[in-house]
């Protein structure tokens, strides 16, 4: 991760495969810091989730509209000089790319395949099916050296995991005024 002193509040975008946890600590994180919160899932076209709840992976192409949206959140919560936490898979480099700016930090929630495997079986209410797990794990592209990002491991209990972002993403922060803006 880059080094203290950055122009601007952040914007963690809690990323991972489905069942990595993302909606359950983003939303804690962004309960504990005040920060607003997008569930980029959200922003999904309903043809794209539609085609995840047939069972049928996404492409670059369904994916696009939707990164375009989470960007433009992205980039308006910087604009406004407001902090945020989104979540979103960004699972390929290219997607992060499109996301990427100053201010953002990529919070990677990971953990093995069998560890979310279960998780998905006990999962209820979400339209992503647990047959897609294999075809996200193949499209997830391990961070760069390059990219502003924090990973943290799922095995702890959500509220540890969240606690740990936050005390990360405050040490990227050091010197820079985080507090939420009405």
């Given at each position: 991760?880059?080094?203290?002193?950055?122009?601007?509040?952040?914007?963690?975008?809690?990323?991972?495969?489905?069942?990595?946890?993302?909606?359950?600590?983003?939303?804690?994180?962004?309960?504990?810091?005040?920060?607003?919160?997008?569930?980029?899932?959200?922003?999904?076209?309903?043809?794209?989730?539609?085609?995840?709840?047939?069972?049928?992976?996404?492409?670059?192409?369904d994916r696009a509209p939707w990164l375009a949206a989470v960007g433009a959140?992205?980039?308006?919560?910087?604009?406004?000089?407001?902090?945020?936490?989104?979540?979103?898979?960004?699972?390929?480099?290219?997607?992060?790319?499109?996301?990427?700016?100053?201010?953002?930090?990529?919070?990677?929630?990971?953990?093995?395949?069998?560890?979310?495997?279960?998780?998905?079986?006990?999962?209820?209410?979400?339209?992503?099916?647990?047959?897609?797990?294999?075809?996200?794990?193949?499209?997830?592209?391990?961070?760069?050296?390059?990219?502003?990002?924090?990973?943290?491991?799922?095995?702890?209990?959500?509220?540890?995991?969240?606690?740990?972002?936050?005390a990360r993403a405050a040490e990227w922060t050091r010197g820079t005024d985080?507090?939420?803006?009405?």
């Open positions: 991760m880059d080094s203290p002193g950055h122009p601007g509040p952040p914007i963690l975008v809690v990323m991972g495969v489905s069942g990595s946890g993302k909606s359950t600590v983003a939303a804690l994180v962004a309960e504990a810091t005040g920060w607003d919160l997008l569930e980029g899932d959200d922003l999904h076209p309903r043809a794209n989730v539609e085609k995840m709840a047939a069972g049928r992976p996404l492409g670059d192409a959140w992205i980039r308006d919560h910087t604009v406004r000089g407001r902090p945020g936490v989104v979540t979103c898979s960004a699972l390929r480099r290219r997607y992060r790319d499109a996301l990427a700016g100053e201010n953002v930090v990529f919070v990677h929630l990971s953990g093995t395949r069998e560890q979310i495997r279960e998780r998905l079986r006990t999962r209820r209410g979400h339209y992503m099916p647990a047959d897609l797990l294999d075809s996200q794990f193949d499209t997830l592209e391990p961070l760069e050296p390059d990219e502003t990002a924090i990973v943290v491991g799922i095995d702890a209990e959500p509220a540890d995991v969240a606690a740990e972002i936050v985080v507090s939420p803006r009405p």
